[in-house]
């Protein structure tokens, strides 16, 4: 198992940016990919991002691409989200995974992620 700690949430206004952090301890970071997940009230968890263990390859869902970027640094056992043009729907709290299992593809669905965070509240005025 691995453990994670998220951070860097906060209130935010529409168009503004954040940065989250999610660090990890016990296992060997680079041995997992990471994701971020966000739910937001009322709402079913949903995969915001994803990237490999080496970082070559991210994913994310559409509703983000071009405002979000996801990155990691193995050295610091940390992975991050950069969010630009923050929305109001994009209020929810952000989850980091972790996916030990190696696949040919990054997941996108939650329950392929078995280490998670606490999450951390993003919240977007208008």
């Known amino acids: 198992q691995v453990q994670l700690v998220e951070s860097g949430g906060g209130l935010v206004q529409a168009g503004g940016s954040l940065r989250l952090s999610c660090t990890a301890s016990g296992r060997t970071f680079s041995n997992y990919a990471m994701a971020w997940f966000r739910q937001a009230p009322g709402k079913e968890r949903e995969f915001v991002a994803a990237i490999s263990r080496n970082a070559l390859t991210t994913f994310y869902k559409d509703s983000v691409k071009g405002r979000f970027s996801i990155s990691r640094d193995n050295a610091k056992n940390t992975v991050y989200l950069e969010m630009n043009s923050l929305k109001p729907e994009d209020t929810a709290v952000y989850y980091c995974?972790?996916?030990?299992?190696?696949?040919?593809?990054?997941?996108?669905?939650?329950?392929?992620?078995?280490?998670w965070g606490q999450g951390t509240q993003v919240t977007v005025s208008l």
């Open positions: 995974a972790a996916d030990g299992t190696p696949r040919p593809r990054l997941g996108i669905v939650s329950v392929l992620y078995d280490n």
